[in-house]
């Protein structure tokens, strides 16, 4: 996308051939975290306004950065959070990612295609961890007191179930960032999901 405006974003994008100061600071930090090519194009929406693309990065970083879950898994939680938001960009994206960490084209696929948790292919214990970041998305107030409990009995610690909480919710503000700027109408596909296989050790876990 260099060199051209996406018709259908509704703010400016800084083109990494054209970033200094400390936007070029945070372009780079971005494609080290990322460990791709180029600087996906969500973190260009806010890259006009530095602060708000630090804040960005920060909730990326701490997403994928270090963590307690399985990296497959919160690429899973990723994609089936923008499945259920209705952000098919970012699903492509994290189905990609996905796929770097070792998950099925089945459950890509099922991710793309479905609508509830129960149709993923995922054993009983990952089910439960998917309801309720599923609950997460769609009514989150309504999560109870008991269907935690549940979900820790399925074998999730506390702090993996935070995570999984925590990736959800980020990309509740991710896709409606997404979507709100036009970036989501903008192409079929992102960038990110058009890239070919790449070496897993090169992306940040």
């Not at 260099?2 to 400390?22: F, K, N």
């Not at 925590?166 to 503000?173: D, G, I």
Request: with cysteine; hydrophobic share 45%; net charge negative.
């Amino acid at each position: 996308m260099d060199g051209q405006q996406i018709s259908t974003v509704r703010v400016p994008m800084v083109e990494e051939s054209e970033a200094t100061g400390v936007t070029a600071d945070l372009y780079a930090q971005i494609k080290k975290t990322t460990g791709l090519p180029f600087v996906p194009d969500m973190f260009r929406l806010v890259s006009t306004q530095p602060n708000l693309l630090e804040a960005v990065i920060a909730g990326y970083t701490g997403i994928f950065g270090e963590g307690v879950l399985p990296r497959a898994t919160r690429e899973m939680i990723s994609a089936w959070s923008s499945k259920i938001n209705g952000c098919p960009y970012c699903v492509g994206t994290h189905n990609w990612f996905l796929s770097q960490f070792g998950g099925s084209a089945e459950l890509m696929q099922a991710i793309a295609a479905t609508n509830e948790p129960e149709e993923l292919p995922v054993d009983a214990r990952t089910l439960a961890l998917m309801q309720l970041v599923t609950q997460v998305s769609r009514a989150a107030y309504k999560i109870t007191d008991e269907e935690w409990a549940r979900v820790a009995e399925a074998g999730w610690s506390n702090e993996e179930m935070l995570e999984a909480v925590f990736t959800s919710a980020l990309f509740a503000f991710i896709n409606r960032l997404v979507d709100g700027l036009g970036l989501g109408a903008s192409v079929a596909h992102s960038r990110v999901s058009q890239q070919p296989d790449t070496d897993t050790e090169a992306v940040v876990r």
